[in-house]
Every structure is written in C-alpha cells, then in structure tokens.
C-alpha cells in the first residue's frame, strides 16, 4: 500500500515539474507542432504541397450605351390627285339596299380615274320591294331620277326581302303562290321606272351568302330579276359566279380582279370587304362601260389623236409596184453604186413569183453566173 501511495506521489511530482518547466521553453518552440513522418517520407522525403491556382477574376463586361439611330421614316408612295370630272360628265345612280351600297362603293372606286363618269350612290341598307312601309321605291325613284338625270341607272335588291308580305291586306308567306306573283309585279315596276324614257338599266342579281338557306333563296329570287329586266327591256348582271368555288358554295375568300387570293366577304357571311366590293363592281363595271361608250374612257379621248393613224386602202391586186432590190451593206459598189439598181426603177404588175408560178406556171430566170442559170446566151448585158 506504502508502494503505491509513493508511486502516485512521483507522478504528481514528475507533473509538476513539467508544468514549471514549460514556460521556460522560447515561444516559437512552443506553438509549433512536431509532425510525424510516415516510413514512405523517411525513404523518400515529404511530397510538396500541391499548389492551386487561384481563381480567375471575372471581369464585367462594362455596359456600352448604344445611341439609338434615328428612324428612318418609309416613303410612301404619294396617292394619285383625284380626277377633276368633266362639267358634262354622266351620271351613274346606284339604288337599292345594303348590297347595293356595297357595289356603289366599288365603282366609285372603279370609275375615280373617269372623268367622265360621275357614280351617285342613293341606297338604303334596310330597304327591300317588300316592306313598302318601310321605304318606299316606287315612289322615291321617280325624284332620285329627276334629281340626279342620270345617263344610267343601276338597280340592287332583294337581299333583305326574305319575309312575309302584306298583299290584298292579307299576310302572305315567303315564296307561296301569292307572295311570288305579287313580288314579280313589284319588280318588273320598279324595272320599268329605272327603264323610262328608254334609260339604260341594269339590275345587279344577288350573290351566294353563308346561310345555305339563304343562298337557295336569292337563287330563286335572281330568276325573278332576270325575267323581268330582261321583260322590261333593261339589262340583268349575273355576279354569282365571283363568290362561290367550282362546286357553286359560298367562299369568304377568292380572286379578286387581278387573279389575287384574298378575303372578300365579312365574318358574318353577308358584307363585303373592300376587295369584295371591288369585285362585286368589276361586273357592272364592264356593262356600264360597254353603253356609255367614249365616256367611260379613263383620261382624255384619243378619237381625235388616231385620225393620222388610219391606214390607206392597199392597192389592188394589178397596180404597177415599183420594186427595188436592198443595197449590200458590206460592199454597195458591187451593184452599181449607193442608188438603189442605180437610180433605175422597174416596174410590175403586182404579181409575185409565188403567185406567177402557181397562176401560170411563170418563173422566174436565175441570175446570170448562178448555177441554175441554164440559159444559152450567158452573156451579161451591160
């Protein structure tokens, strides 16, 4: 026990000692730290650190202000003036309903280079030969034409006279027995107002429409038209075919007059569009041109400029022509001279080898030299 106890004293004073001793040692001595060596360092030394590259700074681009060019303003090209109409210019009226108004619109358009037509749209875009009440036409055409004196009046209705009509005070249904023969009776009327005074006058059929019921209907509604401008000695313009396919349907989109795709009815399936309109005139254009003759030429007349244009009467078939031959160009003096046959003219009848060979079985002798010449007497005459 007595062992012990001594043991455990020495400790502790072994302890102590190294505790007093340490302050003794040299600062730097103390904080470093003693590393051990592994065997593989001891044979072949200690394997240098490796070194890390630092890394790359990132340089922000700096922020260039870039100096806003000024816009460069397109050129439009300059709208043609408009052309000042002639004092005697004639009067194109345009009635009828919102169809109508649309095909008004597209020969304003079509005729603003004519100066000597004037287009006059009077239309009502809810009118139609049914609800008289409504707007009257019968009535109204008479002073629209006194007021206006127009040299051709153009007729379009129908479009909104799909509904029952009041005949004899009784309602009658649309397209019965009734209906069509009273309606027949309104149109060949107001047909034969616009035709008065034997005036020129077209009425313009109703085109294909999105409803297919619709469309059925203005198809029974054109025959109507046309029997009876055509009775009252006026002129029918069929449109149909401008705005439905091959297979006779609606289309919204189609030709226009030049040959290009584009949209010519609204969304709703009954308007036009400008192009439309455009189109929907092209028509009547062409009739209205073809009556009213020199005045629906665009720009001045040139029946006065082509008087010195007329070509004389050919001289008949015996007339004594004179004929010359072509100079060489490339050595003139090998046929006599700068005159043609030098100076000297000769004279036939007109007649030309081909038809002096088939005529009379003529032809002609071979220049003397030729190889065809197979004359006896060669010699040249001076």
């Given at each position: 026990?007595s062992?012990?106890?001594r043991?455990?004293?020495l400790?502790l004073a072994?302890?102590?000692?190294?505790s007093?001793?340490?302050?003794?040692a040299?600062?730097?001595?103390?904080?470093?730290?003693?590393?051990?060596?592994?065997?593989?360092e001891f044979l072949?030394?200690?394997?240098?650190?490796?070194?890390v590259?630092p890394e790359?700074?990132?340089?922000k681009?700096r922020?260039?202000?870039r100096?806003k060019?000024?816009?460069?303003?397109?050129?439009?090209?300059?709208?043609p003036?408009p052309?000042?109409?002639?004092a005697?210019?004639?009067v194109v009226?345009?009635?009828?309903?919102?169809?109508a108004g649309s095909?008004g619109?597209?020969?304003?358009?079509?005729f603003?280079t004519?100066?000597?037509?004037?287009?006059?749209?009077?239309?009502?875009?809810?009118?139609g030969?049914?609800?008289?009440?409504?707007y009257?036409?019968p009535a109204?055409?008479p002073?629209?034409?006194?007021?206006?004196?127009?040299?051709?009046?153009?007729?379009?209705?129908?479009?909104?006279?799909?509904?029952?009509?009041t005949?004899?005070?009784?309602k009658?249904k649309?397209?019965?027995k009734?209906?069509?023969?009273?309606?027949?009776?309104r149109?060949?009327?107001?047909?034969?107002?616009a035709?008065?005074?034997?005036?020129?006058?077209?009425?313009?059929?109703?085109?294909?429409?999105q409803s297919s019921a619709?469309?059925?209907?203005?198809?029974?509604?054109?025959g109507?038209?046309?029997?009876s401008?055509?009775?009252?000695?006026?002129?029918?313009?069929?449109?149909?075919?401008?705005?439905?396919d091959e297979?006779?349907?609606?289309?919204?989109?189609?030709?226009?007059?030049?040959?290009?795709?584009v949209?010519?009815?609204?969304?709703?399936?009954?308007n036009f569009?400008?192009a439309?309109?455009r189109?929907?005139?092209f028509?009547v254009?062409?009739?209205?041109?073809?009556?009213?003759?020199d005045?629906a030429?665009?720009?001045?007349s040139?029946q006065n400029?082509?008087?010195d244009?007329i070509?004389?009467?050919p001289?008949?078939e015996?007339?004594?022509?004179?004929?010359?031959?072509?100079?060489?160009l490339?050595?003139?003096s090998?046929d006599?001279?700068?005159a043609l046959?030098?100076?000297?003219a000769?004279?036939g009848n007109?007649?030309?080898?081909?038809?002096k060979?088939?005529?009379k079985?003529?032809?002609?002798?071979?220049?003397l030299?030729?190889?065809d010449d197979?004359?006896?007497?060669?010699?040249?005459?001076?």
């Amino acid at each position: 026990m007595s062992m012990t106890i001594r043991i455990i004293r020495l400790g502790l004073a072994l302890a102590v000692s190294a505790s007093l001793a340490a302050p003794m040692a040299t600062p730097a001595g103390a904080q470093e730290r003693v590393e051990r060596r592994s065997i593989l360092e001891f044979l072949f030394g200690k394997k240098k650190p490796r070194e890390v590259a630092p890394e790359p700074t990132i340089r922000k681009p700096r922020a260039t202000v870039r100096k806003k060019r000024p816009a460069t303003a397109v050129a439009k090209s300059p709208e043609p003036a408009p052309v000042e109409k002639l004092a005697d210019a004639k009067v194109v009226l345009v009635v009828g309903d919102f169809i109508a108004g649309s095909l008004g619109d597209g020969l304003i358009e079509a005729f603003k280079t004519t100066p000597g037509i004037i287009v006059d749209k009077r239309t009502n875009g809810s009118s139609g030969l049914v609800r008289d009440d409504y707007y009257d036409w019968p009535a109204s055409l008479p002073g629209l034409i006194a007021e206006t004196k127009p040299a051709l009046v153009v007729i379009s209705l129908g479009a909104n006279d799909r509904q029952q009509m009041t005949v004899a005070g009784e309602k009658e249904k649309f397209r019965s027995k009734a209906w069509t023969k009273e309606y027949e009776t309104r149109v060949e009327r107001i047909a034969a107002i616009a035709h008065e005074g034997n005036k020129p006058m077209l009425w313009m059929g109703m085109p294909a429409f999105q409803s297919s019921a619709l469309t059925a209907d203005m198809t029974t509604l054109n025959g109507i038209y046309r029997a009876s401008a055509e009775k009252t000695g006026g002129t029918f313009v069929d449109i149909w075919d401008g705005f439905v396919d091959e297979g006779g349907k609606f289309v919204t989109s189609g030709s226009d007059i030049n040959g290009q795709q584009v949209r010519l009815r609204g969304s709703d399936g009954i308007n036009f569009t400008p192009a439309g309109k455009r189109k929907l005139a092209f028509y009547v254009e062409k009739e209205i041109r073809r009556i009213l003759g020199d005045a629906a030429a665009d720009g001045p007349s040139l029946q006065n400029d082509l008087k010195d244009l007329i070509v004389a009467t050919p001289p008949v078939e015996d007339a004594e022509i004179t004929k010359t031959q072509p100079i060489s160009l490339s050595d003139p003096s090998l046929d006599g001279g700068t005159a043609l046959l030098g100076a000297a003219a000769i004279k036939g009848n007109g007649k030309s080898l081909r038809d002096k060979l088939v005529e009379k079985g003529e032809t002609a002798d071979a220049p003397l030299g030729r190889v065809d010449d197979f004359r006896l007497n060669k010699s040249a005459t001076p």
